[in-house]
């Protein structure tokens, strides 16, 4: 590997999404290619140093070293429901093993923010930076709601078919508490019940999923469901991370 490969979606509006499928678990917005090109080569070297920091092995490449591979034109705009990017390597189906790995990365990144939220006060929770960013609360409510989410994409329409009965016992368990860091607690596993119980159908199947969506044409795979697990939650730790630092730079000492 000479340079690492980005995947690139591309909104009308100018905004760009670059994704680093390998290894997995960074997706990144930039307001345009030029910023991209000033960010990215930071958000490659944290990528790689948070992997490092849970005993990771990563290329031996520069994080400036880095070349567009594919790139996709999404008709959102990166905002909560949009369509995201789906790319060759998205379709080849995953193998167990695979799916321990994108699970033990996925892992890393929810171990990160049970940290981060665990014992937080109902004040810290719903304390708010500014008008553009979500409380904790709604974001950790917004992760549960896309993983849960993500595990649809991949099956027949459960109006005719039926739910799974992974995701609705968890479905039933999230809706009895409102307690975001329990609702957490309980999606998480079930999603790890259900990557690693998927049969060898659902793991090479392409699917264009339209229920629970306003996204019609949007094709989901076994392999997209688990990288769309990690960059996720990699994506709002960041952001909860970036609450609690201004939160404790504006909180006074007696708060």
């Keep these: 590997m000479n340079a690492f490969e980005i995947y690139l979606d591309s909104a009308a509006s100018g905004r760009v999404m670059a994704h680093l499928l390998e290894p997995p678990g960074l997706g990144v917005r930039f307001e345009s290619r030029a910023a991209m090109r000033a960010r990215l080569p930071r958000a490659i070297a944290a990528h ?7 005993g990771e092995p990563v290329p031996p490449v520069r994080p400036d ?9 999404v008709t959102g705009n990166f905002e909560s429901g949009d369509d ?3 790319y060759p390597a998205d379709a080849v189906p995953v193998i167990e093993g695979e ?19 665990q014992g937080l006060s109902d004040a810290v ?16 409510r917004h992760v549960v709601e896309a993983e849960l989410w993500y595990m649809t994409r991949i099956i027949d329409d459960p109006g005719t078919h039926g739910m799974p009965g992974i995701l609705d016992e968890a479905t039933r368990y999230i809706d009895a508490t409102e ?23 659902l793991r090479r199947r392409v699917t264009v999923s339209a229920w629970f969506t306003e996204r019609k044409d949007e ?7 688990l990288r769309r697990c990690i960059e996720h939650c990699r994506e ?9 630092a201004a939160y404790r730079s504006t909180a006074s000492p007696t708060s």
């Design 179 to 201: 307690d975001m860091v329990e609702r957490l607690r309980i999606v998480w596993p079930a999603f790890q019940q259900w990557a690693r119980s998927l049969p060898p159908d």
């Design 125 to 140: 929770l719903d304390w708010t930076r500014d008008q553009r960013v979500r409380p904790i609360r709604q974001i950790l």
């Design 219 to 225: 094709r989901w795979s076994a392999r997209k469901m």
């Design 99 to 117: 799916v321990d790995r994108y699970l033990k990365f996925a892992g890393f990144a929810h171990d990160d923010l049970f940290r981060l939220v």
């Design 236 to 244: 709002h730790t960041r952001t909860v991370e970036q609450i609690l």
């Design 65 to 73: 070293r880095f070349q567009i591979a594919s790139e996709v034109f």
């Design 48 to 54: 790689l140093a948070w992997l490092r920091s849970h």
């Design 84 to 86: 995201v990017g789906f």
